[in-house]
């Protein structure tokens, strides 16, 4: 069938059916076509609070503040159970193994790995800190209880789990920042090019950032008015 005869049907779709079309035109990447299917979808009026537009660019940051958490977390445990694998395999081979000279640099070499872990720990615990922090510094500035719009979502009680666990473990700001240098290839000595130290997120760069997501938020769906 002509593609073009079912563009003359769009006015005619369902709600649902032409949520269908949207997705798919969207996953075959056709703006074209989901050009189409939304100029062709009718309009329905509808009134609102004054405060709705606010309220769900706030929760919508609060839910996006909560999948950064989960994948911060996500990164913690793993790297916990990698250090965790690492120790285990050393006190095995401390008990068990007599060591000779190609044996002895074998385990400095994985000694040497089992640190660097430790550390990939302690950054990840950093960076899950920093957003509790950035967010609680956010909700202060509005100010609103910081853990309003996030203890009633999915997922919220992994995060108190993991933040009583990454602040005993968790860098400092100088700490951070030195591990990440640690892990930056410098420069060579003779080299001329410009070196910058690698950058570490802090609270107040984030909190900022929540603010300019929600104003972004609202100039998107309601224009210039004010909040």
């Known amino acids: 069938m002509n593609p073009n005869v079912l563009t003359k049907l769009y006015d005619q779709l369902t709600a649902r059916e032409r949520l269908t079309l949207l997705i798919a035109a969207s996953v075959r990447d056709d703006p074209v076509d989901r050009q189409r299917l939304l100029d062709s979808a009718p309009s329905t009026p ?4 004054h405060h709705h537009v606010l309220a769900q660019a706030l929760f919508e940051a609060a839910t996006a503040h909560l999948l950064t958490l989960l994948e911060v977390a996500a990164n913690f445990w793993h790297w916990w159970g990698l250090w965790g694998w690492s120790e ?25 790995k089992a640190v660097r872990i430790l550390c990939m720990v302690r950054y990840q615990a950093y960076l899950f800190v920093t957003h509790r922090e950035a ?3 956010f909700c202060k500035e509005w100010p609103i209880e910081p853990e309003a719009l996030l203890q009633i979502q999915l997922g919220w009680d992994m995060v108190v789990r993991t933040e009583a666990q990454a602040r005993q473990l968790a860098y400092s700001l100088e700490d951070a920042a030195m591990f990440l240098l640690s892990e930056t290839q410098l420069p060579e000595e003779d080299t001329d090019e410009e070196f910058e130290l690698p950058h570490v997120l802090t609270v107040a760069e984030l909190a900022q950032v929540w603010h300019s997501v929600i104003d972004l938020q609202l100039k998107t769906d309601q224009g210039d008015d004010k909040c």
Do not use: F, P
Request: avoid cysteine.
């Open 135 to 137: 967010w609680r510094q």
């Open 88 to 112: 285990l395999r050393s006190q095995r081979r401390t008990a068990t193994d007599q060591l000779g000279a190609k044996d002895t640099a074998k385990a400095e070499d994985e000694e040497s």
């Open 46 to 49: 509808y009134r609102i609070r």
